[in-house]
């Protein structure tokens, strides 16, 4: 049986500013269903390659496919079946709730008898059916979220883009944001997010590319990334101060530990961090004000690949 083909494939694409090239020639491939992300920090490229895909930034280099269509081509034809979501709200905070919607529809063509049943149904999925007639202004951040993402859906789109979709809010309003998207992905909603979040990726991609300098470092399924690049869990040691921590780092290395010095704590790397600590009590020239043993994350993934954090 014939896979489906590719929703979007990217090969060499590059994006330039003048003198700064902020996407530099990557290779990127989306399938049908999948929840796919872009994982780095501010200034990795993320939000470039974004823009590319949904056709409102046109591609210095390389090839670009959306939908089967060429972007530079096809731009209107892609745009009518994409839903997305941008980095900041950009809801009309004039208008009530359901207006932002009904409004929204209608730059799709679609008929008002149409539009009120889908808006009553978006409403009902991101929980803000008692604020239907509330203006945007003074709603929450989590509300406008879910909101902008209700808007996203309004042309039940074959391709969600989401940039950034949870910055901001609070960790209650992120969660819920995750739960509406999580069932998107239950539908077969193909979804593409940008995130400097690892938890976000971990939770809802199924694939994902690091990416750093504009450039994709790593592909592959979270738990397949931090299985390559890194032990199951990691024990986080803090000191008192700057001295202590320098102090530490020395026995830690000679004796063959695999470590990662930050700012404020070193990390050591071990399948077992609970037997690693035991061991580390022995080495230690001086106390360490706390101990923390956590299973590894894509911050440490993107550490081992980078040298540097995800919020550097």
């Known amino acids: 049986m014939q896979s489906s083909p590719p929703l979007i494939e990217a090969r060499q694409l590059t994006k330039r500013f003048d003198d700064f090239e902020a996407v530099k020639g990557i290779d990127v491939e989306v399938r049908p269903g ?17 823009r590319m895909i949904a056709c ?17 081509r096809d731009g209107r034809r892609i745009r009518a079946r994409l839903g997305v979501v941008p980095q900041e709200d950009n809801l009309d905070i ?10 929204y529809g209608r730059y799709f063509g679609l008929p008002r008898s149409l539009l009120a049943e889908r808006a009553k149904e978006l409403l009902e ?4 059916s ?18 902008t993402i209700a808007r996203a859906l309004v042309n039940e789109p074959e391709l969600l883009l989401l940039d ?3 910055t901001g809010l609070d960790p209650q309003a992120r ?11 239950r539908r077969g909603v193909t979804q593409v997010l940008t995130t400097h979040y690892m938890d976000e990726a971990e939770q809802l991609c199924d694939r994902l590319v690091v990416m750093d300098e504009g450039v994709i470092v790593d592909e592959g399924g979270p738990a397949d990334l931090i299985a390559r690049h890194v032990t199951k869990e990691v024990v986080e040691l ?12 020395g026995p830690l290395d000679r004796c063959g530990f695999r470590i990662e010095p930050l700012a404020d704590r070193v990390l050591v790397y071990a399948d077992d961090g609970d037997a690693l600590v035991a061991q580390l009590h022995e080495v230690l020239p001086v106390h360490a004000e706390s101990v923390l043993v956590r299973r590894s994350s894509l911050e440490d993934v993107f550490l081992k690949l980078t040298g540097r954090t995800l919020v550097d």
Request: proline share 5%; aromatic share 8%.
């Open 94 to 103: 004039e208008l009530s709730v359901w207006d932002n919607l009904i409004i």
């Open 164 to 166: 950034e979709p949870t």
């Open 125 to 128: 999925f991101v929980q803000l």
């Open 34 to 50: 999948e929840v796919f992300g872009f994982l780095g920090p501010n200034g990795a490229g993320k939000s470039s390659t974004m």
């Open 130 to 147: 008692d604020r239907a007639g509330s203006k945007v202004d003074p709603l929450s951040g989590g509300m406008k979220r879910r909101l």
């Open 175 to 185: 969660h819920l944001v995750w739960e509406r998207l999580y069932q998107l992905k």
């Open 56 to 72: 409102v930034s046109r591609p210095t280099g390389g090839s670009l496919r959306v939908l089967g269509l060429d972007p530079q």
């Open 238 to 249: 803090r000191f008192a101060d700057d001295d202590d921590r320098a102090r530490a780092v």
